[in-house]
């Protein structure tokens, strides 16, 4: 099956394969732990369960969607959008550490979001972000995205205070 590989001027977007477990594994760090509130490094077999519910979705049309980042043929992160219906779909991110502080999650995200609102019957992206994640929270105004207000807990399963930012449809 092929699905859509979206490139920007330095970043390449593609769906995982089970080559790619190794490498993703190898880009997590503290940081992602945090944010993501995870209890220590992934274990390999989520990383591969990650692969296999991602190209699951791919294959039967589901509602998430997600790419592995590449910049220069080294895996730099990865970024999902899911339609959650009522016209939102919302994205998340992860940069892994030896790309980060370069734009990479800020030209993927455009790449993404002009996908979704292509393809799916959305009128919006949505971000929900940790108030204490700076780097995130100024990746996605980069992006085009707007401070909407504090999320409510039905929109994420972590824990702390939560931004919700938002791109309308242009």
């Known amino acids: ?10 970043v390449t977007l593609r769906v995982l394969t089970m080559a790619d477990v190794d490498a993703w594994l190898a880009g997590d760090d503290e940081a992602q732990q945090r944010w993501f509130e995870a209890p220590g490094p992934a274990p390999r077999e989520n990383v591969v369960r990650l692969v296999e519910t991602s190209r699951n979705s ?3 049309s589901g509602p998430k969607r997600h790419w592995a980042i590449w910049l220069d043929g080294i895996l730099a992160g990865g970024i999902d959008i899911e339609d959650r219906g009522q016209g939102s779909a919302y994205l998340s991110y992860v940069v892994f550490p030896p790309s980060r502080r370069q734009g990479v999650a800020a030209e993927s995200i455009p790449l993404v979001t002009t996908w979704a609102f292509t393809a799916w019957p959305i009128t919006r992206a949505v971000a929900v972000i940790d108030e204490l994640n700076t780097a995130s929270r100024s990746t ?6 707007l401070f909407e207000a504090v999320a409510d807990p039905s929109e994420y399963g972590e824990s702390g205070r939560m931004l ?3 791109l309308p449809r242009a």
Not at 1 to 10: A, D, E, F, I, Q
């Open 164 to 166: 919700r930012y938002v």
């Open 58 to 60: 791919w294959e039967t």
């Open 1 to 10: 099956m092929s699905w859509p590989v979206l490139t920007g001027p330095r």
């Open 140 to 145: 996605a105004e980069r992006a085009g995205f």
